[in-house]
């Protein structure tokens, strides 16, 4: 398997992400991206990941896909903080969906990833929300 610029410490890291987007392309990219480094998995909905969430499963990071809130509503994001509470959450979107990504900020999204994504962003901010080395800033143009 192909690992691009992974970093030894970060590859055994115990920690893991849960991908959670309607948009298959945006869920195959973050996954590649991400799964060198950190235990990443990839969901089409929010049931599908409070299933394999439930008991030792949770997931250290959900990555929310726009589209999930479209769907389900700005409370999506509650009730993820509900059922993994020490979870923290990122929100997939473009820039044309800045206001309910924002509004996502509100209710406790911790982070944003703004489409086009870009390996060394994506892994930086995930690194930063983490806390891992070799993180970011969360907050970058356009407020998110």
């Given at each position: 398997?192909?690992?691009i610029g992974v970093?030894?410490?970060k590859a055994v890291d115990q920690r893991r992400v849960f991908v959670v987007d309607d948009d298959e392309i945006t869920r195959a990219a973050l996954q590649?991206?991400?799964h060198d480094e950190i235990e990443t998995h990839e969901l089409s909905d929010l049931a599908g990941a409070y299933a394999k969430g439930q008991d030792w499963l949770q997931p250290d990071l959900v990555i929310l896909g726009i589209g999930i809130l479209v769907a389900e509503g700005i409370a999506a994001v509650g009730d993820v903080t509900a059922r993994w509470p020490a979870a923290r959450i990122l929100i997939a979107t473009g820039k044309e969906d800045e206001a309910l990504?924002?509004?996502a900020l509100r209710h406790g999204a911790h982070g944003a990833l703004v489409k086009p994504l870009r390996l060394e962003t994506v892994r930086q901010k995930v690194d930063t929300i983490l806390g891992r080395a070799g993180g970011m800033p969360l907050i970058q143009l356009g407020g998110l």
């Open positions: 398997m192909m690992q970093e030894t410490s590649f991206m991400l990504a924002l509004e």
